[in-house]
């Protein structure tokens, strides 16, 4: 049987250095050529059975030293370092992260404590530049953004309104003149026009995608993962690209975005836009939610859609003729990550901020389902109407674990009598007292903060324990 060679030539150094020995005076001890240890450190030789008896005898070393250990634990790390869109160009590949793990794990492990420490310093000049933002004072602070951020950040600050997109998926709306079928019109007007036919395929056919085009057979393939909803819109999505496809290329142009990869991001959003324009067509779907007092759920069953598209086009709008009540939206998982935010006039990010632990967002993970409704207050006294629900994410099977998310619906409480869900609240709701960000917040005795504010100093105090552990002066 073969044995498995072992090859731990930085280990030796450092295990030599660390003895403050000479080549020369080890190998001796060990009783071999100096040149066969050089070797051997340059691991240009394996460690053989009877030099690692040696090297234990000898020196007191552990077999388990010679493993990697501080490599397999510093390696991840090092990987999530290398990353970053800043270095991610530098390595062609991972044998070199491998080495600098393998031969200088404590350097390793400082390029890990930098790496964290610049991160920190860049969130606190984010929060820093959004809370000058706030006070009125423009900050450039330059930083490095995925193609993704950069298409994220030009959605949530402007307002979620496109009318050029809006007016041509009115037009098609009305050629296909579906009645209470859209999904059939769509098959038939795909099928007619461009020979494309609709198909959804099992799991275990399209196990990595939603939906996928395929030009040679003309067959749009759909998961089986889709909810009925879902289907519909990945199939408006394909069907707007083909009907006025050079309508949303010449919006996504207006952006300027940096990147090949941002501007296919943004075509993609601009895709989602227009298909909801088309399954809830702007003039029906603003007089609907007028009448049904902004009911998320009567719209849903009114126009065969889920709970999150329905949400969604509460926010887009914003025709100047017949204006909505101008909704935000945020959605989150249930670890905080955010997913999207877009608003009729823009994410109220200096307003509003949605950093805030104590939003029902959060809350809504223990009541899968369930709405919760409340009113929340600033710091600032400005309130607002919150509107929060769990999505229920594509169908999964018995041993995966989907994605779960929540989606909150904001609005200023000026607007909550024309809402079914103010009318719930009462005429004098009492807000919940929340902030934009812990980070931005000054609030005292704050029960769920999270994180010290920059504007305050710690006030540490060995005599006094307050209610949290970033009590503040």
Known sequence: MAENKIFAGPRIRRIRNGLGLTQTAMAEALGISPSYLNLIERNQRPLTVQLILKLSRTYTVDFSDLQGGEKQSSLPELRGVFSDPLLSGELPGEQELLEVADAAPNAAA??????RAYREQQARLTDLSVLLAREGRETRLAGTRLPIDEVHETFETRPNHF?????????????LAPGDDLMAALKAWLRSEHDVSVRVLPVQTMPNWRRRFDRHSRRLFLSERLAPADRLRETAMEACLLAFGDVIAAENETFGFSSDEARRLGRFELLRYAAHALMMPYAAFQSAAQRAAYDVDVLRGRFQVSFEQAANRLTMLQRQAAP?????????????????????RGFPVQ?????????????????????????????????????????EGLQAGFEERPRRTAILLGCDIGFKDETVYGRHLGAKPVPTAIGPACRLCERQGCLARAEPPLTRPLGLDEMVTGLSAFDFQ
């Open 324 to 344: 909505g009540l101008p909704f935000f939206l945020l959605e989150v998982d249930n670890a905080g990550n955010r997913f999207r935010r877009a608003g009729a």
């Open 110 to 115: 400082g390029i890990v404590k930098l790496y």
């Open 163 to 175: 009318p050029a997109i809006e007016t041509a998926a009115e037009h098609f709306h009305q050629a």
């Open 351 to 391: 307003r509003f901020g949605g950093d805030c632990p104590k939003l029902p967002i959060h809350a809504a993970f223990a009541q899968p389902g369930q709405i919760l409704v409340e009113a929340a207050q600033m710091p600032d006294g400005a309130e607002f109407l919150l509107v929060a629900r769990t999505l």
